[in-house]
């Protein structure tokens, strides 16, 4: 957990990929494969060498591959009050 954390302060962030191939027993038939771990964008090196793990070793051929990421920690966010309140 500590490792998480410690690369969140290190920017990176939680990044979704979903990854729509080709099934490689029905060539016409396209599968949903959803990734999801820590990255860094816009470079994402972590997504990048699954990628080529995929490439190399997996039969299903990639057609398209969809990024979301957000940071998961970021500065607090602070709105003002619309009106004070006091009570006796």
Known sequence: MAKAFEKQL???RLTTAEILYWMPDHEHVLQTFI???LDIAPRYPVLTRF???WN???DGKLH?????SAGLI???EFRFA???YQVH
């Open 10 to 12: 290190k920017d990176y």
């Open 35 to 37: 990734w999801q771990d």
């Open 51 to 53: 990628l080529g793990f």
């Open 56 to 58: 190399r070793n997996l």
């Open 64 to 68: 398209r591959v969809r990024i979301a």
């Open 74 to 76: 970021q500065p607090a």
């Open 82 to 84: 619309d009106a004070m």
